[in-house]
């Protein structure tokens, strides 16, 4: 499984990447300090493994890996090219999963983007990239597929589908949201790769004293979780703070939190 950790530049993202997969990336106080996607492999515990590896002599034993890519930060923009937009977006949509990685901590020595910490404002701002860069995916494909429709029932059907799911899309939604119960339609979402069709899950980013609580106190951590639980993901608590511990660091609550 291959996991992509996005977020606004300066989040934390190098930081959990670092803490995951101990490769070091550059981790510094500064927009864009992500230029190239760092990669990094991470072999999945499982003490059921060594049992299989005990029971039938195996000479080799290869557990099951996670591959993190640490990509790029994302502005207002990126689908017109803002910023490292179009490199961000080529990078999601070679991954599998989306991990977010949303700041959760009030802090005036650490520069965000915006000015300001809203969680919803931040999390909002890269859907609404990841929408428009569908659309225009969507518009090709319903401009190339339209021109055969008209003499076949299979291609006509799928410029159906692509014009409902860009009307949805249009009206703001993601298209892991979009509602059908039909089996094929949902096939053929899937082999058009859209980057609001990946599964997502939230990493609040907090202070390490709102750890103890897994953040129960904090305000953000929270609207992140209710606008998690509209959209079917989940949220985890983390404390991935480059600017006041080494680049390696991080602490979690050990909590995954689901509202769905």
């Known amino acids: 499984m291959k996991l992509g950790i996005v977020g606004l530049p300066n989040v934390g993202k190098s930081t959990l990447f670092n803490s995951l997969t101990k490769a070091g990336a550059e981790s510094a106080n500064y927009p864009f300090c992500t230029i190239d996607p760092n990669v990094g492999v991470v072999p999945v515990p499982d003490p059921r493994l060594q049992l299989l590896t005990d029971l039938y002599h195996s000479e080799k034993t290869t557990p099951a890996v996670i591959e993190f890519v ?13 910023g490292l937009g179009n490199q961000f977006l080529s990078n999601i949509r070679e991954v599998d999963a989306i991990v977010h990685v949303v700041r959760c901590f009030e802090d005036p020595n650490v520069i965000h983007v915006d000015g300001s910490v809203d969680p919803v404002r931040d999390i909002e701002t890269i859907n609404l990239e990841l929408i428009f860069s569908d659309m225009e995916i969507l518009e090709r494909r319903i401009a190339k597929t339209a021109k055969s429709a008209t003499a076949n ?33 949902l096939a053929f979402i899937n082999s058009l790769n859209l980057l609001t069709w990946k599964p997502v899950i939230f990493a609040a980013n907090v202070s390490e004293d709102d750890l103890a609580d897994d953040a129960a106190g904090n305000p953000h951590v929270q609207a992140v979780r209710e606008f998690a639980a509209a959209n079917g993901s989940e949220v985890f608590v983390i404390c991935a703070r480059s600017s006041r511990r080494s680049p390696n660091w991080m602490r979690t609550s050990g909590k995954c939190s689901s509202r769905t």
Request: hydrophobic share 40%; charged share 35%; proline share 0%.
């Open 153 to 185: 029932k299979a291609l006509a059907k799928e410029v159906g589908i692509l014009r409902a799911l860009y009307a949805h899309l249009e009206g703001g939604s993601l298209a892991r949201s979009y509602e059908t119960d039909d089996e094929d339609v």
């Open 70 to 82: 640490d990509i790029a930060g994302l502005v207002k923009g990126a689908s017109k090219g803002e």
